[in-house]
């Protein structure tokens, strides 16, 4: 089971900080990745990082701005936002994949096997 928290209302400019840890029971896995969803939108990719924390991969709306960092042992991850934007507005979900190649990232959502329940960000203008 995967717990995402961290979201909720800034101003356009601001910060937050978006956390995922596992829990239930411990698991390896092969990938982390955040992905969000507007209103009336499909899940898009935000970042994928692969196991071995060597290669992440980010959307080019974010570039420069988000930055994901992840604890393997705790099995936790992270997403720290920075200059944000009224079009960052989603709800963010946290994912992992259970198999894989540790250096690769992931982007599709069918990718990943484990989803956390969604934590929604909002930016007001």
């Known amino acids: 089971q995967l717990q995402a928290s961290g979201g909720g209302l800034v101003q356009a400019g601001g910060s937050l900080r978006l956390s995922c840890v596992a829990s239930?029971?411990?698991?390896?896995?092969?990938?982390m990745g955040w992905f969000r969803q507007a209103p009336g939108k499909e899940r898009e990719f935000v970042v994928g990082?692969?196991?071995?924390?060597?290669?992440?991969k980010y959307t080019d709306s974010v570039k420069g701005r988000f930055t994901v960092s992840g604890d393997n042992a705790k099995n936790t991850m992270s997403l720290q936002m920075n200059s944000l934007k009224p079009e960052d507005t989603a709800v963010y979900y946290c994912?992992?994949?259970?198999?894989?190649?540790?250096?690769?990232?992931?982007?599709?959502?069918?990718?990943?096997?484990?989803w956390g329940q969604g934590t929604q960000v909002t930016v007001s203008s």
């Open positions: 990082r692969s196991w071995d924390g060597r290669n992440t």
């Open positions: 239930g029971r411990t698991f390896s896995y092969y990938g």
């Open positions: 994912a992992v994949k259970l198999s894989g190649i540790v250096y690769r990232v992931y982007t599709t959502p069918r990718e990943y096997d484990y």
